[in-house]
């Protein structure tokens, strides 16, 4: 399987199980959990060539852990990242580390520094543990730059925290004041 066709497949998995299941006539649950069989179908009628195979090999090698199959392997959902109303995860609050990181881009910074971290059209903002993986992020929507985010402050002061399944920490928004400026990468 060519590299190429695991991330084009990605992609799509991503548009489908975070944002738009009724393109291809799939139904999430809260959980975000959605039918193999029913997303292999919906993707094969509009003539993309999708297979069981071809999912779990994009599941199984994907360096972000994006994805996630049932045990007995009938159910598919994305771990976070959903914009779609019908899913409302539940995720178990927990403690975050001190400092959790952010990757954007320096053409969003005006913006993030009057207003905070926002979740736009999903339903958290998301957060890395590591400058790194933030850097990649950030790399992805032009000039990166990591900013550093006060969890322990927000904690503190009451915000919740959650992880999910991908190690993608999550939370409902970052006021400004929690948010200090990395230099551009």
Same mark, same amino acid.
């Given at each position: ?21 009724? %393109? #291809?006539?799939? &139904?999430?649950?809260?959980? /975000? ?5 029913? *997303?292999? =179908? ?68 005006? %913006? #993030?520094?009057? &207003?905070?971290?926002?979740? /736009? ?5 998301? *957060?890395? =543990? ?56």
């Amino acid at each position: 399987m060519s590299n190429n066709n695991l991330i084009e497949t990605s992609k799509f998995l991503s548009y489908v199980l975070r944002h738009e299941p009724q %393109a #291809i006539g799939l &139904e999430l649950d809260h959980e /975000g959990w959605g039918s193999l069989d029913v *997303l292999i =179908a919906g993707a094969v009628a509009q003539g993309r060539p999708l297979t069981p195979a071809l999912v779990e090999q994009v599941v199984a090698s994907s360096d972000k852990k994006r994805f996630e199959l049932s045990v007995d392997g009938q159910r598919i959902r994305a771990v976070q990242g959903h914009s779609t109303l019908s899913v409302a995860r539940e995720f178990v609050a927990q403690t975050p580390p001190a400092v959790l990181f952010h990757g954007t881009a320096t053409r969003f910074l005006d %913006a #993030i520094r009057q &207003e905070g971290l926002k979740p /736009g059209q999903r339903h958290h903002v998301h *957060l890395s =543990a590591d400058e790194q993986t933030a850097r990649a992020v950030g790399q992805r929507y032009g000039a990166p730059v990591v900013l550093r985010v006060d969890a322990a402050g927000m904690h503190a002061s009451g915000t919740a925290f959650y992880q999910a399944e991908n190690g993608v920490w999550l939370t409902s928004a970052v006021p400004a004041q929690f948010i200090s400026d990395g230099d551009p990468i």
